[in-house]
Every structure is written in C-alpha cells, then in structure tokens.
C-alpha cells in the first residue's frame, strides 16, 4: 500500500511539471494545458487527504466535494479561456506568447 | 425614513441614467431630500429615523443609519440645504447633462450618508462614494488645469482615505466594535494605543479637510470644479473630516489628542496665517475663494484644540462653536462659489485684475456677494461670526490666568490676526470685481436670473437666520 | 491499491506529463495530456474515489481534452517552429522548478508518514442512515450516494453558483466567438 | 420693551429699504428719517426713566453653561449717549434730505444710515463685550457702506477697504482683550465684571497688575482702531471721501467716539484703578496725547477744508482717550458730548458749502462765503467758536475740564495746552480762507444759501454748540465731572484764555486777506509721511511682500519639494514596478513561482 507521501509526492511532481510548462513554453495552447496539469495535481492532494484523513471509517467526502467544484470551475475556465485563445489569434494571427507583449506597462 | 433621505438621490441618479430629464429629477430629488432634512430636524428624537441591517456578521458590520445626536441633524441639514442650491445652481454644458446632475446626486448621496452613518464601514464606505464623482466632475467637466488638479486632488484624497482607513481600522480593533454607538460606551482605549491612532486619525482627516501642509489640493480643485461640485465639496464633502475628528477623536481619544495638541496648533495656525498670505497673493477670484476655504478650516481645528487641551474636561463651548462654524462655513462658501460661477458666467473671466465695477451692471449680484463676504470673513449678525466668536471663546474657556496661556490660548491669540487676513483678501477682491469703473469685461454683464437667485438667496436666509439666532442650530445640540 | 499498480498509474502520470511540455506538436502534447490523466484517474479510484476518477474520465479526458484538440485543429497549428532558446528563461524556469522539488522533498521530510488504513465500512453504517446504511452493511461503498448526499444538501448554494457560473462561461464564450462585425 | 424698540427701529427701515423700497428713493429716505425721529422721541423719554438692564435675552444657549445673552444695559453714561446718538443722527438724516436730494443711489444711502443708526445704538445699549465686539463690526460694515457709497470713484472704493481693514486691525487687539477679560473675570457682562475682578484680585494679588493691563491695552486697540488714534489714525482723513453728512455724523460725532466711550464703559464696570493703576492708563493717555498733537500739526497744512475738520476730529479724540487713560473718564465723556455737537455742525456746515461750491473742497479755491450764505457761515463761526474754547462756549467747559484731568501729569498736560494753541490756530485760518475776504473762484462767487432742510439743521446744532456745555445741560450729558459747566477764573482759565490767543492772533497776522499758503511744512501737509510709509513698507513691503514670499514657498517648497518629491517617489518605485510589468506571460508566471516558493520557505523552514 502506498502512503500519503507517496500521493504527495507525485502530485507534487506533477505540479513542478506544470509549473516548468507553463513558464517554459512559448505556445499558448500548451501553457493552458499546463495549467490544467497543476489543477490536477492540486485535486490528487486533494483526493489524497480525503481518503487518508478519514471521519468514521469513511473517506472525508467534504475534500472530494472541493474537487468537483474545481473540475467544474476549470472546465468553465477553459472553455472561457479557449475561447480567448480564438479570438485572441483572430486579431493576432498568432498564439506565440513572445509576440503577445500588448501588456507591456 | 433615514435610508429614504440616502436613497432618494441614488433614486435620482439611477432615473437620470434611465432617461428622465436630468436637472428637473435632481432638483425635485433634492427638493424633498430638503423637506426631509427640515421634517428630521425637528422629529429627530423619534425612533423612526434610525435603521440597521446586518451586513457582515464577523466582524460584525450593519448598514446602520440614525442621529446619533444634534450633530448629525445639524450635518445632515447642511448636506441637503447645500444640496439643493448646488443643484439648482449648475449649468450643464450641452450633452453632458446625465454626468453633471448625475455627479452632484452620487455627491450629495455620500454626503448624507457619511454624515448619517452609525457604523465604521459606511461612514467611511459613504465618502469614497461620494469622492468618486468629485473626481470625475473635476476632470471631466472643469475648467482651466482641470486633468492636473483632478489627477492632484484624486491621489492626494486618496491616500488620506488610506491613512484614515488604517486609523478606522485600529480604532474598531481597539474598541472592539464598528458600531459607532456603542464604541462611545466601550471602556477607554489604552493611552499608547490613543496616541497613534489619534495621529493616523489626524493625518487621515487632516488631508481629507486639507490642514496645513496637505492643503495644496485643495485650491486648484476648487478653482477648476463645476460650480456644483466646488459647492457640495466645499461646502459639506470637506467637512466630513472634521465631523470624524469630532465625532470619534474627541470622545475616544482625549488623551491621543492631548498628546498631539502643540502639533495641532502649529498646523492649525498654519491653515490660518500661512495659507491666509497665499489666499492674499491669489491673483484670480477661484484661486482665492479655494484658498479661503482652507483658511477658514483651521479656526474649526482650533475648537478641537481647545477641546485636545484639556483631556476629559468640560468645555461646553467647542463642540457647539465647532458644529456652529462648520454648518457656517459650509454654507457661506457654496454660496461664494455658487456666485463666482455666476460671475464667469456673465463676464468671462474671473481674473481680479480684468474685473471692475460689476456692482453697477449687477447690484442683485454684488449685494449677495458682499453679503456672503462678509459672512465668511466673520460679520457679526451672519452665521460664521457666532461660530468664531464661540470658538474664541471656547479657546479661553479654560484659560486659567494664574498659570499663564497655555498653547490653545497662544494660537487663538495668533489665529485672531486671521481675522485680519481675511477682512484684507476678501474686501479686495470685493474692491476690484465690484467697484471702482466698469471695464471691458463688465460693461455687458447682466445681474443674476430669477432661477439664478433662489439658490443664493435660500443660503444668504440660512446665513443670516442662523447668524441673527444661533439657538436655531445651538437647541439641536442640547 | 497494490504498489505495483500505484507506481504504474503513477508514473503513466508523470511521463505524460513530461510528454505534454516537452514535444513540440500540440496535438501530441494534447494526447499525452490525456494519458497523463487516465493515470491520475487511476490515482483516484486506488484511493477509492471511484466517481471523481470516473469524472476526471469522463470530463478531462473526455470532454476538455476533446475541446483543446478541436481549437489546435481550428487554428490548424502546425508544429512549434523552432526558434532559439532564450537561456536565461529556460535556466531561470528549471531553476523555479528545481527549487520547488527540493523544497517539496524537505517539507515530506518534516512531516512523519502516514499509512492508510482500510476503510470500516460496517462500523461507518452506524453513522449513516436509509439507502447508504444498508449498502454499507453490504460492506460496499456507496460512493456516488454519499457525494450527492452532501452535494445536494451541505454544498446546495455552492452547487447553484457553480450553475450560474457555468452559464456565465457559456454566454461569455459565445460572445468571444462572434466575429467582430465591424 | 421702548429700549428693544430703539434699537430694532432703524434695523426694521434698514431691512425695509432693502428689501422693498429700493426703487422709490424718496419714501425710502422718508422711512429712514422717521425711523430716526422716533428713535430720538424714545431717546429723550428714556432719558426721564430710571436706570435699568432691559432683557437678557438668550443668544447662545449651551448645555451646562451661562452661554451669552442679549440685554441692553440702560443707565445715565447710555442714556445720554443715546441722546447724542439719535439726535445728532436725526439732524444729520433731515440735512441729508437735502444734501442727497438728486443723488442716483439715495435708497441705498439711506439704508446705510438705518444700518448705522442701528449699530451705533446697540454699542451704546450693549450689556456685555460680545454684544459691543458685534455692533462694534457692524458700525465698520455702515461706516464701510457709507464712505464707499460712490464706489465707482476707485478712491472713494479704496477708502472705505482701508477703513475697514484699519479696523480690523484694531478689533484684533479688541477680541483679544475681550477675551482675556474674560479669562479673568470669568464673565463678558459689564455689571458682573466688578466682581469677577475682585474676585480675581484676592485670589493672584501678583500678577493682578500686569494681566489687567495688558488685558485692557487689548481692548484699547479696538478704540485706537475706531477712534482713529495713531498709528491706526490714517483711515479718518481718506473716509472724507463718503458723502458729508455721513462724514458728520460716523466720523465726528458718533462712530469715532465710540472707542472712548467703551474705554469709559469699561472704566464704569472695573473701577478708575484699571487705569490708575496699572501701565495702560499711562499708555492710553500718552497714545491719546501724542494723536490730539500730531493731528492738530497735520491740520494746519491741509487745504481740503473736509480733512481740516478730520484732522480737528482726530486731534479732539485724542484730547478724550488722554484723558481717559488719566482716569478722567468723565471728562472726557463730556467732551465728547460738546465736541459732537459742534463738530457734527462744522461738518454739516462744510457740507453745506462744498454742497454750494458744487462739490468744491479746496479752501483757497472758497473766499467771502460768509455774505453769500449767511446762516451756514454764522453757524459754522459758532462752531469754530466752540471748538476753539472761547469762554462761556460749550467747548470751553470740556476742554477745561480735560486741562484739569491733565494737571498732574505735567508733560501731558503741555502736551494739552500746545493742542489748545494749535487749534484756534488752524481753526482761525479755516474761517479766515474760506468764509472771509473776498471769493476766489467763479464757484464760490456763485455760491447761494442752502435751503431750508439744510440750514435748520445748521441753526438747531449752532445754538447746541453755543449753551450745551451749562450745567442746565448736564443732564442729557452721558457723563460729567465735578464742577461741568462751573465757571471759574483760576489758574486754567488764564492758561486756556491764553492759548486762545497764542492760537488765533498769529493766525489773523498770517492769512488775514491772504490768497495763497504763506507757509510750507511739508511735514506737516504730508502728515509725517506716515501714510506714505504705510502704503510702502506695510501694504506693500509687509503684507503684499509676506504673501508673495509665503505664496513663492507654499507653490516650490510646500507644493514643488514636499508634495512634488513625493509625487516623484511615487513616480519612480512606479517606474520600478513598470519593468516589471514586461507584458511576457511566462514573466509574470516565473514571479509568481518566485513568490509560492518564498511562501512556502517562510511558513515551513524559516526559523
């Protein structure tokens, strides 16, 4: 049986992951996805302490719940966020975020 | 019935921006608004007033409005006299009726609401609401350098909310409680603790009603607001500060003041002689009325020193001189900016130097305008004076001759020289607009409209009612 | 769940993962994402929640995996042109990187293990009433059961704004996808 | 209920003027001049009644505390002032009937002589400081009014500011005695103040002397303000610029009188020894010693025949607040009751001839006037007469009575006497110039006896000036010393008789038959360059320079360094942040990585 390091660790491992796509990557398609590996990430811990923190017997269902709301939050966001991603590429013509410098203060 | 009185000009605002007629709406709004006041004044008593709505349950905020005491009739009855004639003297540029009216309403609407606000939050909350709109009037519809003093007078405000915000914070924290009620009841606050929070409250308010040295917002903005906007801030925005210090500094924190006194009076009298000599050297008739206003807020903070002077001892003078000379002041300077918008109006220009002899082409106007002078510069028989005069008073109240004078008396020895001062700036400036021969600006002036008379003359009633019987307002306090 | 079966989903997980920030073509990139989700769904139902695992499925590997390769095929994307690697954020990323899995280890290493202990699901029944408590006599989890149980009672209001704010996104992305007229 | 009557009376026709009559002038000035009649009818029957504190009425009302009222404190010093007031004022408003018949503001004219009527009532009737401090403003606001009536003339505008803010300065020192009397005695009501004072005498015997003289050299800053006494004195002579006859009623007669008449009123309420005792009695009297000379040497080189008279005035003043501050309140209380009579007439007479001379002020530019217009020039010689102090006149009295006060204090009391001398002299030549010999212009040979409205004011104040000073009189006099209106031949007779004579024998030898100044003090006819140092050094250097400075400091130092450095701090911590703000997303992504990392290293291994 895997112990909650283990769980943790390879979220963990899993969220580094993201976070170097996200900052590495110069495709904004890519980036989102990276983002969405940190959200996941993010559920496993989740997941993982709602079954080792357990009330009764039984799995605390409270963290499982948090996990639905953020699937649900995320696919709205990417729905949103794809979205974005077409129009922003329509006016653009381009998804290459070293081109995307509109923000430059 | 409270919450009727706030509304009613967000009522207002919102039919405004549905389409209704702009000026029409905000002159019936504040009309009633008027009545209201009037009908508050004289049942305030009654329970019926006040309302509190729970907002926030930790920590603990309600939307609670109510009179908490004569003072806040007596803010409250400025607010909506001012109101009314601010309305009813704007002249909306073409095309931007909806923003100007609307602005005056979301003003007057905060105004009210500071001043009506029981809970910590909305005191503050109501303000910045009130803030926003004198901002945009400024930048969007004024005059002359009117992006820089907006820009001047957005960041300046703003970080003396900041400041006061921090202070609010501490006090509530201190007090444990937002309710203003009730923190006047909670024990007394630690003296340490008393001492900072009285600085960030006097910084805090300090800049809001543009004490010496954060005064310098204060004339450009005034000179470049709408007439409007220069009435409603002027005249009742400004004094919120003032009301804030009086209504928590003074009963929370009598030894927080006490401690700050000597840098009190220094600034105070800065307010009065410094800026007194930069209100005579002013070469435009805006300039000079701006500077004036801040001028005349010291004598206000002079009646909080003389109360800081003596922590928790009777002064039954200060808190009425200091009420008395705010409503005073509030009126008589909307009043004088009310006026001088007339005067641009039908000469163009309000450079002292191309003025001359309007008294001859407008007597309506120079008899008001000479009125209201010599009401700000403290005639006896005029509101302000009785405010002066009690807060001089107030000042030597304590005065205890065995002991020599103490740091309140020395000030009010010097801020009586302001009476001087102002006695020189205004009749000045009343001597070149006024008299002497007509000029090239004034020879086709005309006097003030039937429409352009009833706002000045409701406050030149007010100014000489109250002055002739200061027991009109005094009896609310008692 | 047996290790064996753990460290496989585990690092079906992580090499997906690799997968998806280190090729180049986006619709690969897209589908090791959804190997990397089938092994996090894997994760979920080892640690026996068997609808979240289900969900991620359905929904991650399902639906939005679906809508990210559709919008790569709308703007019909093709493989990332190679251009030169900046060295300092590359250095800098892996470094941000590297740090954080340090630090990651030595906060595992400050806080003592924790083994699982097998579910008790005859003792949960007592807790439990109706439907649940009879299935759980059966010693079976009624997963589904329980999260709606809670779903539709403690987490109602939360529920509804999720609603709305799905509806929000629709409406949001239907007026980002119109075109400009203009 | 007749004192609220009289004080509220001309405050009603000034509010009625305003408001409703603006248009029709001549009901306007007919409503002002009732008014007056019956404020002098009500004046003369309180003069029968016993003395009395009408009211109080609640002014300022407070919660634990006496807050102020309003009474009106009527006794012999208010009675008789009021005599002076309403009559003199009554006489002025008929002669002014006349005098303003064709002027094209005469409503407001009017409403500025009720206004003052007012005020000037309600210093004389106050009960306590405030109430003076308040009517004390508003006679400077009517006196303000009236000498800016043409205030399309820039002069005539520039004279009535210069009065109010010389004034105010004035009423600076004023507020602070006041209030320091306050402080002391603990009350603003003149009957309580005695007590207070002895209260407060008892309790700090040391430091009694010093604070109650300073405390009352405060409050005679506000008569040197109204009563023109140097170095305040330089707005009198410019407020000849308002129209005459409010030149003889505000700044003859009445208004200018009424710093010595609060000096006395305070003198009643705090006893003799304030001035007795303590430095501010020598202050005041030398104060008052050194205008009453100085004005009579500005008065000989003046050629404006109104500013002669205003010089006189000030000069005269000056002889009451010395004797004031000498302690003979009394006395001069009673000169000022003579000397506002006959000088309400030499204005009133001088109206009447600038009035015939078509606005022709300039005495060398008159000649003659007594055959052209007798009764003005019989009148004014009965003025002259007066003020000059020959025997048996009402001036004589007075001013013997004042040359008493003065006896023990040699020096002031030289001081009098060469006043005395100066006097007849200027005096002597006023007459000599303007009313003898032979006419020099083309206006004043035209000149015709004015009508009656006019004239019977003149003959009314000529036969005032003449018998008021009797003993008969005393008894509408505000106040009056042992022995008024005695006649004896002692040691001051022969002193006065003979500065009579010193004054007016060389002035006949001088200007008898003369047609031009035979003398030329500069000095003197530049009234010792005070005016002009005024004009430079304090309203331009002090007051115009400080503001300019002030200004220079609040725009670049306040403004520029303070405000505009921290607007400049700002500016760069926002430049900072602005390299920051790359607009590369995987920028802001890497800073955010930063910061989890640095969370994560101060909540888990810091410490």
Request: charged share 10%.
């Amino acid at each position: 049986m895997a112990g909650l390091h283990s769980y943790l660790l390879v979220s963990g491992l899993l969220f580094a992951i993201g976070l170097a796509g996200v900052v590495l990557r110069r495709n904004i398609i890519v980036v989102f996805m990276c983002l969405e590996l940190m959200l996941s990430a993010a559920n496993l811990t989740l997941v993982a302490f709602s079954r080792f923190n357990g009330v009764n017997g039984l799995p605390d269902y409270n963290g499982q719940m948090l996990v639905f709301f953020v699937i649900t939050v995320a696919a709205a966001e990417v729905a949103v966020g794809l979205a974005i991603i077409v129009a922003l590429y329509r006016a653009r013509q381009t998804i290459h975020t070293d081109d995307l410098t509109s923000m430059r203060g | 019935m409270l919450l009727l009185i706030v509304l009613l000009p967000l009522l207002a605002f919102g039919a405004i921006l549905a389409g209704a007629k702009a000026r029409q709406t905000a002159v019936i709004a504040c009309g009633a608004n008027l009545a209201l006041g009037l009908l508050a004044a004289f049942t305030w008593k009654a329970g019926f007033w006040n309302l509190s709505l729970p907002v926030l349950s930790a920590p603990a905020i309600h939307l609670s409005l109510g009179l908490m005491d004569g003072m806040s009739v007596i803010m409250l009855l400025l607010s909506v006299i001012v109101a009314f004639a601010a309305v009813l003297t704007g002249q909306a540029p073409d095309g931007r009726e909806k923003l100007y009216y609307g602005s005056s309403l979301l003003i007057a609407a905060g105004a009210i609401g500071a001043f009506v606000a029981t809970d910590l939050f909305f005191f503050y909350a109501f303000h910045e609401l009130a803030l926003i709109p004198t901002f945009l009037m400024i930048g969007m519809l004024g005059r002359g350098e009117n992006k820089a003093a907006a820009w001047k007078i957005t960041i300046y405000l703003g970080f003396g909310s900041l400041v006061l915000l921090a202070g609010l914070v501490w006090l509530a924290s201190a007090t444990g409680t937002f309710d203003m009620v009730a923190m006047q009841e909670s024990t007394a606050i630690d003296p340490a603790a008393q001492k900072g929070i009285a600085a960030f409250l006097i910084v805090g308010f300090g800049i809001l009603v543009s004490l010496f040295p954060f005064h310098s917002w204060a004339a450009p903005a005034y000179a470049s607001a709408p007439a409007p906007t220069a009435m409603l801030h002027a005249g009742v925005l400004k004094k919120f500060g003032l009301y804030g210090l009086l209504r928590l500094a003074v009963p929370l924190l009598p030894e927080g003041l006490h401690a700050w006194l000597v840098p009190l009076c220094v600034l105070l009298l800065g307010n009065i002689l410094w800026v007194g000599f930069v209100t005579i050297s002013q070469k435009r008739l805006d300039g000079m009325l701006g500077n004036s206003s801040v001028m005349h807020m010291g004598y206000i903070f002079l009646a909080i020193a003389a109360l800081a002077a003596v922590p928790g001892g009777e002064n039954a003078w200060a808190v009425p001189a200091a009420v008395l000379l705010m409503f005073a002041h509030g009126i008589s300077i909307a009043m004088l900016f009310g006026l001088a918008d007339k005067i641009e109006r039908t000469t163009g220009t309000l450079d002292l130097d191309e003025l001359g002899g309007l008294g001859k082409a407008a007597p309506s106007l120079a008899f008001l305008f000479g009125l209201v002078g010599m009401a700000s510069i403290g005639l006896p028989g005029l509101a302000n004076f009785a405010g002066e005069v009690m807060v001089f008073i107030a000042s030597f109240k304590n005065y205890d001759p065995a002991a020599g004078m103490g740091p309140v008396q020395i000030t009010c020895i010097l801020a009586i020289w302001g009476v001087v001062i102002s006695a020189i700036y205004m009749l000045r400036a009343y001597r070149k607009v006024f008299q002497g021969p007509f000029v090239k600006a004034t020879e086709g002036a005309s006097d003030l409209s039937l429409v352009d008379r009833v706002p000045a003359v409701l406050l030149a009633v007010v100014l000489l009612a109250v002055g002739l019987c200061p027991n009109l307002l005094l009896s609310l306090l008692r | 769940m047996p290790l064996p079966l753990f460290w496989f989903f585990a690092i079906l997980m992580l090499v997906g993962g690799l997968a998806v920030i280190s090729l180049r073509n986006p619709v690969a990139a897209a589908l090791s994402m959804v190997a990397s989700f089938v092994g996090l769904a894997g994760l979920f139902i080892g640690l026996n929640a068997y609808l979240v695992g289900i969900i991620q499925i359905l929904v991650y590997a399902g639906a939005i995996m679906v809508l990210f390769l559709f919008i790569i095929m709308l703007l019909d994307l093709k493989t990332e042109e190679k251009r030169a690697p900046k060295v300092v954020p590359v250095v800098g990323g892996l470094g941000i990187v590297l740090a954080f899995t340090i630090q990651l280890i030595g906060v595992l290493g400050k806080t003592p293990p924790k083994e699982s202990e097998p579910l008790d699901l005859v003792a949960a029944a007592t807790h439990q009433t109706g439907g649940i408590q009879e299935t759980l006599k059966d010693d079976r989890l009624p997963d589904v059961n329980l999260v709606g149980d809670l779903m539709f009672t403690e987490y109602n209001l939360p529920l509804q704004i999720v609603g709305v704010l799905l509806l929000v996104a629709t409406v949001g992305v239907v007026v980002l996808s119109k075109r400009q007229t203009a | 209920m007749f004192a609220w009557i009289l004080l509220l009376l001309p405050l009603l026709a000034a509010a009625a003027n305003q408001l409703y009559l603006k248009r029709n002038a001549f009901i306007a000035s007919l409503v002002s001049t009732g008014a007056v009649v019956a404020t002098f009818v009500i004046a003369l029957v309180l003069l029968g009644r016993d003395d009395a504190v009408v009211g109080p009425v609640s002014w300022i009302s407070l919660e634990n505390d006496p807050g102020l009222s309003l009474s009106l404190k009527l006794d012999q010093l208010s009675k008789g002032m009021m005599v002076i007031v309403t009559g003199i004022g009554m006489l002025v408003h008929i002669f002014s009937l006349g005098y303003m018949a064709d002027d094209s503001a005469k409503a407001r004219y009017f409403t500025g002589l009720s206004l003052f009527m007012f005020s000037m009532t309600g210093i004389v009737l106050a009960g306590n400081f405030i109430m003076t401090f308040i009517f004390w403003e508003l006679v400077g606001l009517s006196s303000y009014l009236l000498i800016g009536h043409w205030y399309q003339k820039d002069s005539a505008a520039d004279a009535a500011k210069k009065a109010f803010i010389v004034n105010r300065i004035g009423d600076f020192g004023f507020m602070i005695g006041i209030l320091m009397l306050f402080g002391i005695t603990g009350t603003f009501i003149f009957d309580d103040m005695g007590g207070g004072l002895a209260n407060f005498k008892e309790g700090y015997e040391s430091c009694y002397a010093c604070l109650i003289g300073t405390a009352i050299l405060c409050v005679f800053c506000g008569a040197v303000g109204k009563s023109a006494q140097m170095p305040l004195h330089v707005w009198l002579p410019d407020a000849m610029e308002g129209p005459t006859p409010v030149s003889a009623l505000i700044h003859a007669a009445t208004m200018v009188a009424a710093g010595v008449y609060m000096l006395f009123r305070v003198q009643l309420s705090l006893g003799v020894e304030i001035f007795t005792e303590t430095f501010a009695g020598d202050v005041i009297a030398w104060v008052g010693g050194i205008t009453a000379l100085g004005a009579a040497l500005m008065a000989t080189q003046q050629n404006d025949i109104k500013r002669v008279l205003a010089y006189s005035t000030l000069s005269q003043l000056g002889y009451m607040v010395m004797a004031t501050g000498l302690g003979g309140g009394d006395a001069g209380m009673f000169h000022l009751y003579t000397h506002a009579w006959f000088k309400a007439l030499l204005f009133l007479g001088s109206g009447a001839v600038i009035y015939a001379c078509h606005h022709e002020q300039d005495i060398w530019k008159m000649g003659g006037l007594l055959k052209k217009m007798p009764i003005t020039g019989a009148t004014f010689i009965a003025g002259t007469a007066a003020l000059i102090a020959v025997p048996f006149t009402s001036g004589f009295f007075s001013k013997e009575a004042i040359l008493h006060a003065a006896e023990a204090k040699p020096a002031l009391f030289w001081i009098a006497v060469a006043v005395a001398v100066l006097t007849p002299f200027y005096m002597t030549r006023l007459v000599l110039v303007a009313f003898l010999g032979s006419p020099r212009t083309d206006d004043a040979d035209h000149a015709k006896e004015v009508a009656p409205v006019m004239w019977g004011p003149l003959a009314v104040l000529g036969v005032l000036a003449l018998i008021s000073g009797f003993a008969f009189f005393n008894g509408i006099a505000p106040a009056t010393p042992a022995h008024a209106g005695e006649f004896h031949v002692n040691k001051l007779f022969w002193i006065s008789l003979g500065a009579l004579a010193a004054g007016v024998i060389p002035a006949f030898l001088l200007y008898g038959g003369r047609s031009k100044d035979p003398l030329s003090i500069p000095l003197f006819r530049e009234r010792f360059y005070i005016d002009a140092l005024y004009d430079k050094i304090v309203v331009k250097g002090l007051q115009n320079g400080s503001a300019a400075v002030v200004h220079f400091f609040d725009e670049f130092v306040v403004n520029g360094l303070i405000v505009g450095g921290a607007s400049r701090l700002a500016e760069s911590f926002g430049m900072l942040f602005r390299r920051v703000q790359s607009g590369n997303l995987q920028g802001y992504a890497f800073t955010f990585g930063i910061g989890v990392i640095l969370v994560i290293y101060f909540t888990t291994f810091w410490k």
